[in-house]
């Protein structure tokens, strides 16, 4: 079963043609028991909220039981006032909050042979692959996976099968998946399928999940002012709603520059961005579109922290951002066993370094300057920094302030990706 619906102008698909491709999309289905997989606040503007809602609603109405399991990843679970914010009034009492560490299954391994294969022999191990243990209940007739196909630093092409092997997978997948990308190359595999994590993923799927009732409903979407644009929504239970999405974000998720940003300024909604651990996707998403010497920017006037949990930002605050090639000699150390039993972690403080490349400041509130410098950024003050970068006067993209300088502005990097296309 598969259903493509494309918005017929830039504005995106209205409420109500959204609302009749997903009542379409259960057309001949009798369904006593669901469970709906969508993306956490972190995704808020994939859509994926009203979708949600229709799909539970739409449901209920029809005599179903209803079970929501937000794919949270790492991520801290949502809070009331996300959940209102996203879901609207589906009872917030109806979240269950995965427990990526305790709460799954292991369905079996991606075998190490195969690893070595699509890496380049640049990995060795197997993966274990673990799920939530309700994507198994028997239970359950009907699973909806919901979410936003978008560039993703670390597999590629974000969402499908990634809500379910990350979302609500397990620490083994998780750690493993985000270090053999970081091991193989962000900058080999943003923006593209068919990517080595991608393919870890398929395999899963292929092997272990194959005859489990999910129906993914994957959305494009831009947010231009804040003002979600869906552009187009893929239904289905096969791989091709994947792929039809993925051509579509391509479209309208990659943003080419002419030539390398010699500075780029982020601005990181608060309600959004608490961590650098979620607001690094500033620098993962421009890497490819910043000049050798050049100068990012992040506005984060909401972080908090460094980790999404305390045992992360442990992590962060003893390893650092501070490269590729320092990482991976951390990584190998007998002494660190810290970081071998956190891939995930290892990983991202490799995607959150420039490797040297470009400057990264951080301007924030709420943690000091000091620690802003122990992790291997620079530190601004933010208000000092809003005042001349205001990011409610800035326009997307190119800038040319009062004083002739010249910047690129963008206001949400995780709806995109920025590529110079003379390096491309």
Known sequence: MELFTYAKTERGLTPDEIRAALLRSLEGRTVKKALLLPPDFTRYHSNAGFITNVYYHTLLERGAEVDILPALGTHEPVTKEQWEAMFGDIPYEKM?????????????EVPAAYLEEITENLWHDSV?????????????????????????????????SKNLFVGVGGSDMINKSHMVGAVYGMERMMGKD?????KIFDYGMEHFLKDRPIVFALTVTTAPGGNIH??????????????????????KNIDFVETGIKKCVVYLDPSEFKSTWLGNKSIYRTRMAIADGGELIVLAPGVKRFGEDMQVDQLIRKYGYRGRIHTLEEFEKPENQDLRDNMGAAAHL???????????????????KEEIESVGFRAADYDEMAKRYDPQKLQYGY??????????????????????????
Do not use: C
């Open 96 to 108: 269950i909050p995965h427990d990526w560490r305790n709460d799954v299954v292991k369905l079996g």
């Open 128 to 160: 274990s692959v673990e799920v939530n243990k309700r994507v198994m209940d028997e239970s359950y007739d009907l699973i909806l996976s919901v979410g936003q196909v978008v560039p993703h630093e670390v597999i590629g092409m974000a969402n499908h």
């Open 194 to 198: 068919h990517t080595p994590v991608r």
């Open 230 to 251: 869906t552009h187009g929504l893929f239904i289905g239970d096969t791989r091709l709603v994947l792929e039809k999405a993925i051509a579509l974000a391509q479209e």
């Open 350 to 368: 490799i995607h959150g370094s420039s490797d040297g490349r470009f400057t990264i400041t951080y301007a924030v509130k709420e943690i000091s």
């Open 399 to 424: 800038n040319t302030l009062p004083d002739g300088e010249e910047i690129y502005f963008i206001p949400n990097p995780a709806l995109g990706l920025w590529i110079n296309r003379e390096k491309f």
